[in-house]
């Protein structure tokens, strides 16, 4: 069995080694940093240093690896974490100081030392930002110095996008407002348009990350072809172009790229049995693959994707808790009560268990009231569905606020949305249409308020729903501008908040636009919505399934294939 079963791609940077064995894990672990797997990098450049303790570059590699990175910035380091990583990346640094012989090598471990500064750590968690920016200053130099070097190119975007993460750009003006954001891309550019630039794992995954929440995602879009393929074993190096697919409409490639990044994790998993910050993109691409067939009305890929979260967060996996695992993974655990309420599946959602440890499932509890509200509303048993709405109140009031639902969005904030759509659709089966539009009109609001993650937070848009109702009750206009804004086909919405391409608004823009006599506008639309359509399991005859009288005669259960059980999940589920 070789040393290390997993096919990285052909990337190598050469450092100052005689050894070829600290050259090779030294490589390995440069790309499992460029692959955000930075557990494993720092094994691996461990190893490289054992094989040649002289080898700076391996000091410095363990340093940066340790240290935080645009997924997990300072200020979200627990005090035993962040004790242990500036003691480990202060000592790795010195020892890559003493080593190094030769540049950049040399300018790397000194401008490094600047994120991991001597003396006690600020108070202020939001004063860690001096280190990143101390360390992007320190970057500028180096990157001078060696214009085109696409490692050194990699390091310094990647250092200028840490001082902003997931802050780069205004999400409704589309300005940039981070502060290396326009440097960040100049570099980026400048790098990927060199033959060795455009072959480059870090080069292409810090450019998709660039852009996918600007108003120009496509601009990543031959990043994204790209990387598909350059790290064959790390899942989230397969994943990636999945936020440019989603961008983008294409939900197709967002389910097919996130099936091959969960049979990546499935095999890295049967070896590594360490449950760290890695499981959380494990369970992250699980969510997009549920979210990518949800929006493209893949019922069975979307519930075994949610029964596969539902098996692999287990007890022992969130009671770690360094990382904080039921902080950063319960929430997934809420992806089935809503693949549920997407494909209409009524009677499961309402025979949905509450978890037994309520205190450590308590998203998914709440969640889970909110299944049971909006189903026995379809089915018109709003006594009941008032009781669960009591019920859901409770849970989610016992929600912490330390939850997350993704970074940066908090489960409270999320649960606000699920309260309101609950209203709303409670009080449409009541007939208080005027009500009921308002508090999904809330919901809407709540859901425009939340902070931008990917996949998005709130996995059904509400105004899917609201606009199926409107279109039930004859409002059709309205329910066509509903429509449009949620294809991103006008200027009402700002590009982060639309969902071009999915097979709800296109079917429900057309029988809109054809209902309403404008033909022509309908069929500049039926080619994209009739390919969207075919790609469905299920019937799509609404933007929602809460709209019945639209499934009257074809509701869920007569799809072929609908009602069967979802594949049972398979792989390592500790």
Request: proline share 7%.
């Amino acid at each position: 069995m070789p040393d290390h079963p997993y096919d990285l791609g052909p990337h190598s940077r050469p450092v100052a080694t005689a050894s070829a064995q600290a050259q090779r894990w030294f490589d390995r672990g440069l790309v499992w940093s460029y692959s955000f797997n930075h557990d494993e990098a720092v094994r691996c450049f461990e190893q490289a240093a054992a094989h040649d303790p002289d080898c700076s570059a391996a000091h410095w590699g363990a340093a940066y690896a340790k240290g935080p990175n645009y997924n997990k910035p300072w200020k979200t380091f627990d005090p035993v974490d962040l004790g242990d990583t500036l003691a480990y990346g202060r000592a790795a640094l010195d020892r890559a100081r003493a080593t190094a012989s030769s540049e950049p090598e040399r300018g790397l471990a000194e401008a490094l030392r600047a994120r991991f500064p001597t003396g006690a750590p600020p108070q202020d968690p939001e004063d860690f930002r001096a280190f990143d920016l101390a360390y992007a200053e320190a970057m500028r130099p180096v990157h001078e110095a060696h214009p085109h070097d696409p490692d050194v190119a990699a390091l310094f975007a990647d250092a200028l996008l840490c001082v902003s993460p997931r802050a780069l750009w205004d999400l409704d003006t589309g300005e940039p407002t981070g502060y290396g954001t326009l440097e960040a891309e100049r570099v980026l550019l400048e790098a990927l348009a060199r033959p060795e630039g455009a072959r480059h794992p870090g080069l292409n995954h810090l450019y998709i990350h660039l852009m996918d929440m600007s108003a120009h995602p496509e601009r990543a879009v031959p990043a994204a072809g790209r990387l598909r393929h350059l790290v064959p074993d790390a899942s989230h190096m397969v994943h990636m172009a999945t936020h440019i697919d989603a961008a983008c409409g294409d939900y197709r490639r967002v389910v097919e790229s996130n099936q091959a990044a969960a049979a990546a994790d499935d095999a890295y998993f049967a070896r590594e049995k360490t449950v760290g910050r890695y499981f959380v993109y494990r369970a992250h691409n699980l969510c997009y693959l549920a979210f990518g067939a949800m929006m493209s009305g893949r019922s069975q890929e979307a519930l075994h994707a949610a029964h596969r979260l539902d098996a692999l967060l287990t007890p022992e996996v969130l009671r770690v808790e360094s990382p904080p695992m039921a902080d950063l993974c319960e929430s997934f655990r809420t992806v089935l009560p809503h693949v549920l309420i997407r494909f209409g599946r009524w009677e499961e959602a309402v025979a949905l268990d509450v978890p037994r440890d309520q205190e450590l499932y308590c998203s998914t509890t709440a969640m889970v009231h909110y299944a049971h509200g909006i189903a026995h509303a379809a089915l018109g048993r709003t006594a009941e569905a008032d009781a669960a709405r009591e019920e859901f109140t409770a849970a989610a009031a016992r929600v912490p606020e330390t939850r997350l639902n993704a970074t940066p969005s908090r489960e409270v904030d999320v649960l606000r949305v699920a309260g309101a759509m609950l209203d709303g659709e409670i009080a449409y089966r009541k007939d208080e249409y005027d009500r009921a539009f308002a508090d999904l009109r809330r919901a809407i609001a709540f859901e425009d308020a939340l902070p931008y993650t990917d996949p998005v937070a709130w996995l059904q848009p509400v105004r899917h729903a609201y606009a199926a109702l409107l279109h039930e009750q004859g409002r059709t206009e309205e329910a066509a501008a509903v429509h449009r804004a949620d294809l991103g086909l006008d200027d009402t919405l700002a590009r982060w908040r639309t969902h071009p391409g999915n097979v709800w608004s296109l079917h429900g823009l057309h029988t809109c636009l054809t209902q309403l006599g404008r033909h022509e506008e309908a069929r500049a639309l039926a080619f994209q919505r009739d390919i969207a359509v075919a790609g469905a399991d299920v019937p799509v005859a609404a933007s929602c399934y809460c709209a019945l009288t639209a499934f009257e005669d074809s509701p869920p259960e007569s799809a072929s294939g609908c009602c069967a059980p979802a594949p049972e999940p398979t792989g390592t589920t500790f």
